[in-house]
């Protein structure tokens, strides 16, 4: 899934990076850079949103996996048969825990960063279309949209690879199938 992830979110650098050329005028295509910028800028909110949703759902399952075995209780949902001293494991769920915390706590504040300026951009080129702002105002949004895009797009790309191990170090500690999140 993180490769998945990593796939989609440099296509959303690609596809925000070709609108910027088309409008900057660095890009010759048939298409104006408005025509290219309403699917980039759609494509990047799902994009954005299948990436935060993919930090949620791995700190929920670490949280989920922690919560049973530091309770003690339903321990044949992770175990065939449960040891006697789980202290090792308690530990090592702990640390993946705090891991998959971070990550969420590293990422998602770009995401919705990003996902702000590029609605605001969005809406001030609309704006700026109709004679209602100058093209500073959007050209600076955009800037800021560009740069929070940036930075978010190397911090994704970071946690995902460092969440993507932490899965497979779980599921390996529990003996959990591939399948399962």
Do not use: C
């Not at 702990?94 to 590029?118: H, N």
């Not at 609309?126 to 959007?138: E, I, N, S």
Request: net charge positive.
């Amino acid at each position: 899934m993180a490769y998945l992830l990593r796939t989609l979110i440099l296509l959303m650098i690609v596809s925000i990076f070709l609108t910027a050329s088309l409008a900057l005028k660095i890009v010759h295509l048939p298409l104006s850079h408005i025509q290219v910028a309403i699917p980039a800028f759609i494509y990047t909110i799902f994009a954005q949103a299948f990436v935060m949703f993919y930090f949620i759902g791995v700190a929920r399952l670490t949280n989920n996996v922690y919560s049973i075995v530091s309770s003690g209780t339903n321990l044949n949902e992770l175990f065939d048969n449960p040891p006697e001293d789980l202290t090792p494991y308690i530990e090592k769920t702990k640390k993946f825990v705090e891991e998959a915390d971070r990550s969420k706590r590293q990422t998602i504040p770009w995401t919705i960063l990003m996902l702000i300026l590029g609605m605001i951009a969005f809406l001030l080129g609309g704006a700026h279309d109709t004679g209602l702002v100058q093209k500073t105002t959007h050209s600076g949004v955009v800037l800021g949209f560009i740069i929070a895009m940036t930075i978010g797009f190397f911090r994704q790309w970071y946690y995902l690879g460092k969440s993507h191990l932490l899965l497979r170090k779980l599921k390996s500690l529990y003996g959990m199938a591939d399948a399962q999140m």
